[in-house]
């Protein structure tokens, strides 16, 4: 009998290895070998038979080889799949009957009917018993989830839990009852705990939600602290734009004075050059136009930095602009935000204002940044006209002797350098 059980044992084993879905976390081979576990501890403590004990750890084994096919109706698949399975290994077909009857006792529904079926469904639900209820438990949640059986969230699994193991199940075996059923209620107790844990956190997060919700309608001025805070950081926004387009603008006129001076300006000492003497002065004048215009969109202005205790008193003074207390002592300026604060028509007329003189500062960036860009884009548009016009209209024979001036410059050049490589050598 030795050999049956370990050719069974090997055969789910492969079976599961090879048709078992992945998604089946909990109604796996692990779960089969803990059944198998606990029968075998139920019989130790059994008067019966070997031939009883043989069929019990066989119903162990197979109880669950179902599932490879189907998940509902998967005992009477399990039966078709053991009764093919120990026909192959001539095993009585008394046994096999015992087996199957076994098998048929693990569905949760109905009253085990004798000794070997209240042994196979205590086994086959010992984990409400264990230690490990909470894991086991855990893994049957996942599996019913992948499967699209059901989706508990946590406080309705805890329920369903609370639900079965105090009204559902029952153990039925004098050995389950000694040694199990105290496990059990631990576990049951703990799940009512957390429970009544998840219930109060629920009320907590309810009552939050509820008193968020309050505050938010009877608080009218939030949407005017809204307000102020959008309006002033889409102005500060714009400022960095503004700002932006200036740096560029005086990167892009700095290199082109920079190449105009190191390429054009050294060529006008040839009578030959001259005719690029007027489009290199239109570009020059445009890029130093804007570069002049852009430092002035961006310059900041200088403010007294001081304010009165009258100027505070009479709400004449925006303490939200550095440029109006930077000199001030910082006690004074300590009670002047005390005596804003008081004040909350004060507080929201000095973010008008600093709103408002945002919106000034920014009108003139755009204004001379507009007329930057004109200016810029004017200038280089004339310079090219210029330049192809002098072109044009330039003797070919100074055409040809700036060439050859060209031509006999870079010779000189690369005279210098073979010299210099040789010196070096």
């Known amino acids: 009998m030795?050999?049956?059980?370990?050719?069974?044992?090997?055969?789910?084993?492969?079976?599961?290895?090879?048709?078992?879905?992945?998604?089946?976390?909990?109604?796996?081979?692990t779960h089969t070998k803990r059944v198998l576990k606990s029968t075998k501890e139920i019989i130790q403590n059994l008067d019966i038979t070997t031939e009883q004990s043989t069929i019990l750890q066989l119903a162990a084994l197979l109880h669950d080889t179902g599932y490879t096919k189907l998940r509902d109706g998967h005992e009477e698949e399990s039966v078709k799949i053991a009764t093919a399975f120990l026909e192959t290994q001539q095993v009585d077909q008394t046994i096999i009957n015992a087996v199957n009857e076994c098998i048929m006792a693990t569905k949760f529904k109905g009253t085990p009917k004798n000794e070997l079926e209240r042994v196979i469904r205590d086994a086959d639900a010992s984990h409400f018993g264990k230690s490990y209820f909470n894991e086991a438990s855990e893994f049957?949640?996942?599996e019913l989830e992948l499967q699209n059986v059901r989706k508990y969230s946590p406080s309705e699994w805890l329920a369903e839990n609370i639900e079965v193991l105090s009204q559902n199940h029952q153990f039925y075996t004098d050995y389950a009852l000694k040694n199990w059923q105290?496990?059990?209620?631990?576990?049951?107790a703990?799940?009512?705990?957390?429970?009544?844990?998840?219930?109060?956190?629920?009320?907590?997060?309810?009552?939050?939600a509820q008193l968020k919700a309050k505050a938010k309608d009877a608080s009218p001025e939030r949407a005017i602290q809204s307000f102020y805070r959008t309006a002033l950081r889409n102005h500060i926004k714009l400022s960095d734009i503004a700002d932006t387009k200036a740096n560029i603008l005086l990167s892009v006129n700095a290199i082109i004075i920079s190449l105009m001076l190191s390429t054009l300006f050294s060529k006008?000492?040839?009578?030959?050059?001259?005719?690029?003497?007027?489009?290199?002065?239109?570009?020059?004048?445009?890029?130093?136009?804007?570069?002049?215009?852009?430092?002035?969109?961006?310059?900041?202005?200088?403010?007294?930095?001081?304010?009165?205790?009258?100027?505070?008193?009479?709400?004449?003074v925006n303490?939200?602009?550095?440029?109006?207390?930077?000199?001030?002592?910082?006690?004074?300026?300590?009670?002047?935000?005390?005596?804003?604060?008081?004040?909350k028509d004060y507080v929201y007329s000095s973010l008008t204002k600093d709103l408002y003189f945002l919106g000034k500062v920014l009108d003139r960036k755009y204004r001379i940044l507009r007329v930057t860009y004109t200016i810029f884009m004017t200038g280089m548009i004339i310079s090219v006209i210029a330049f192809a016009i002098s072109f044009k209209f330039s003797p070919a024979a100074d055409l040809d002797e700036v060439l050859k001036t060209e031509k006999k410059?870079?010779?000189l050049i690369e005279l210098r350098q073979d010299r210099s490589q040789n010196y070096y050598v």
């Open 140 to 142: 049957l949640r996942k």
């Open 319 to 343: 303490l939200t602009f550095f440029g109006n207390f930077h000199k001030m002592k910082l006690e004074d300026f300590e009670w002047a935000i005390n005596e804003l604060l008081k004040d």
């Open 409 to 411: 410059a870079m010779n």
């Open 268 to 316: 006008f000492d040839n009578p030959s050059n001259q005719f690029l003497i007027v489009p290199t002065i239109i570009l020059m004048l445009s890029s130093i136009t804007s570069m002049i215009l852009s430092i002035i969109a961006t310059r900041p202005n200088i403010t007294s930095g001081e304010f009165t205790k009258e100027d505070v008193e009479n709400r004449k």
């Open 190 to 208: 703990e799940l009512i705990k957390s429970s009544k844990k998840e219930k109060k956190r629920r009320q907590k997060e309810k009552m939050k």
């Open 182 to 188: 105290i496990q059990k209620e631990d576990n049951l």
């Open 2 to 29: 030795t050999d049956i059980i370990k050719n069974t044992e090997d055969f789910v084993f492969n079976l599961f290895k090879e048709e078992l879905p992945n998604t089946f976390l909990y109604h796996n081979f």
